[in-house]
């Protein structure tokens, strides 16, 4: 029988999230290709912990979710109320299908997408290649691990800042400015590539450090002791580590997110080769 209670109002948006928090319970649980569709009825398998509606749960989510709690003994009581949860949150997922939610509402398309890179992709986050594969895929990558090592710049300083402002608009849109008394060239300079460790001492290590990720040909300005830099790169000299041992991390985060971009691409691929998909010109 259904019921009514005055003076209370289904907040949607509430329920939206909290079928969205379901929906990712349930998901992150069950893990790809952990809740599989029933063949027949009957007595449940002996690898699987529940039915819900047409839909097993392996025990093997059951028992993933149990080490989560961090508890080996449990009461049984606290067992059975697991597997309830698993239910509940089945049981959402379910009814977050039928209401079209993985459809329309984003929360929910989030936490699937979420879910399902995360599971495709884990085998990439625990890769932990030997020294010999880092050093190739470094040697291969070499563009990855450069850095500017030297520049060349040209600056100009002065104490007021809608002055460096229309200098800067003046070199981006004709290539020149004219410094006067209120604008003047920093000294020191030179017109050549100097070591970015000797440009820190002219610009700072933080306008040296922005300058060096600037294109060649830009200009910025920068504030810095009270006044204002305009900066232009005129070339940069870019190095490249060949060395793996100084950045072997860095080098292996990178390793394991390329593998992880590999191996996503190649799951959507298939999706794609067993997919009927058309889409409209743009």
């Given at each position: 029988m259904n019921r009514?209670?005055?003076?209370?109002?289904?907040?949607k948006q509430a329920d939206i999230r909290w079928l969205a928090v379901?929906?990712?319970?349930?998901?992150?649980?069950?893990?790809?290709?952990i809740l599989r569709q029933a063949t027949a009825d009957g007595d449940l398998p002996a690898d699987v912990i529940a039915s819900v509606n047409d839909t097993m749960i392996g025990r093997e989510v059951y028992e993933r979710a149990l080490a989560r709690l961090g508890a080996r003994d449990l009461s049984h009581?606290?067992?059975?109320?697991?597997?309830?949860?698993?239910?509940?949150?089945?049981?959402?997922?379910?009814?977050?299908?039928?209401?079209?939610?993985?459809?329309?509402?984003t929360e929910v398309r989030a936490a699937i997408v979420n879910s399902l890179v995360a599971s495709i992709t884990a085998e990439a986050d625990a890769a932990n290649p030997d020294d010999d594969t880092l050093q190739a895929y470094l040697d291969d990558n070499a563009?990855?691990?450069?850095?500017?090592?030297?520049?060349?710049?040209?600056?100009w300083q002065t104490d007021i800042e809608p002055l460096a402002?229309?200098?800067?608009?003046?070199?981006?849109?004709?290539?020149?400015?004219?410094?006067?008394?209120?604008i003047q060239a920093m000294p020191g300079l030179g017109d050549e590539l100097l070591p970015v460790e000797e440009l820190r001492d002219h610009l700072g290590p933080a306008?040296?450090?922005?300058?060096?990720?600037?294109?060649d040909g830009s200009s910025a300005v920068f504030a810095r002791r009270g006044r204002w830099l305009v900066v232009r790169v005129v070339a940069k000299e870019r190095s490249y580590?060949?060395?793996?041992?100084p950045i072997r991390n860095r080098v292996l985060l990178d390793y394991r997110r390329h593998?992880?971009?590999?191996?996503?691409?190649?799951y959507l691929d298939g999706l794609r080769d067993r997919a009927d998909i058309r889409v409209a010109a743009p």
């Amino acid at each position: 029988m259904n019921r009514t209670f005055p003076g209370k109002k289904m907040n949607k948006q509430a329920d939206i999230r909290w079928l969205a928090v379901g929906a990712l319970a349930g998901l992150v649980a069950a893990g790809i290709g952990i809740l599989r569709q029933a063949t027949a009825d009957g007595d449940l398998p002996a690898d699987v912990i529940a039915s819900v509606n047409d839909t097993m749960i392996g025990r093997e989510v059951y028992e993933r979710a149990l080490a989560r709690l961090g508890a080996r003994d449990l009461s049984h009581n606290d067992r059975g109320r697991m597997i309830e949860r698993l239910v509940d949150d089945e049981l959402l997922v379910q009814r977050g299908v039928e209401l079209g939610m993985t459809q329309s509402d984003t929360e929910v398309r989030a936490a699937i997408v979420n879910s399902l890179v995360a599971s495709i992709t884990a085998e990439a986050d625990a890769a932990n290649p030997d020294d010999d594969t880092l050093q190739a895929y470094l040697d291969d990558n070499a563009e990855r691990f450069s850095y500017t090592s030297g520049l060349q710049v040209e600056a100009w300083q002065t104490d007021i800042e809608p002055l460096a402002q229309s200098f800067v608009s003046s070199l981006r849109e004709t290539g020149d400015a004219a410094a006067n008394d209120d604008i003047q060239a920093m000294p020191g300079l030179g017109d050549e590539l100097l070591p970015v460790e000797e440009l820190r001492d002219h610009l700072g290590p933080a306008i040296t450090a922005a300058a060096a990720e600037m294109p060649d040909g830009s200009s910025a300005v920068f504030a810095r002791r009270g006044r204002w830099l305009v900066v232009r790169v005129v070339a940069k000299e870019r190095s490249y580590v060949s060395d793996l041992g100084p950045i072997r991390n860095r080098v292996l985060l990178d390793y394991r997110r390329h593998l992880a971009d590999t191996m996503l691409r190649d799951y959507l691929d298939g999706l794609r080769d067993r997919a009927d998909i058309r889409v409209a010109a743009p």
